[in-house]
């Protein structure tokens, strides 16, 4: 059994229980420690109850993506992710960072290359 604060009501899908499928793309600044990704990897597990897989990332190793199964909507993901919930901050995002969030359904996606995620993605 899990407690919410009124704060991750507001995040929560309808029902608490239902979960939906994302891609969370992360870019951090020039600025953030590359060893960030360390706590950023940490907030997506949590977020998603280990329900997550890193599928890209690009050769300089500042931007990243990930599948990730939650039962929070997109705007709640960032803004946990962001640290905007009033709760204690989850992640180590500075200001610079940027985030972009997406549900996708189970037949409106398609993938080439990134065989590991999709495959992921697709016994989700």
């Known amino acids: 059994l899990k407690f919410f604060n009124e704060v991750e009501w507001m995040y929560l899908s309808e029902d608490n229980e239902e ?6 793309t992360i870019k951090i600044s020039d600025e953030t420690p590359l060893t960030n990704w360390r706590e950023i990897k940490k907030a997506i ?18 931007c990243a993506a990930f599948f990730v199964v939650s039962n929070l909507v997109a705007r709640g993901i960032r803004s946990v992710l962001n640290g905007d919930t009033g709760m204690i901050r989850l992640s180590p995002l500075l200001a610079g ?9 189970d037949e409106n996606w398609t993938a080439m290359g990134f065989s590991t995620g999709w495959s992921w993605l697709q016994h989700q």
């Open 45 to 62: 597990e949590k977020i998603s109850d280990e329900r997550c897989k890193q599928f890209m990332t690009s050769s300089d190793g500042r």
């Open 97 to 105: 960072d940027s985030i972009f969030v997406t549900e996708i359904d």
């Open 19 to 24: 979960t939906a499928k994302y891609v969370i």
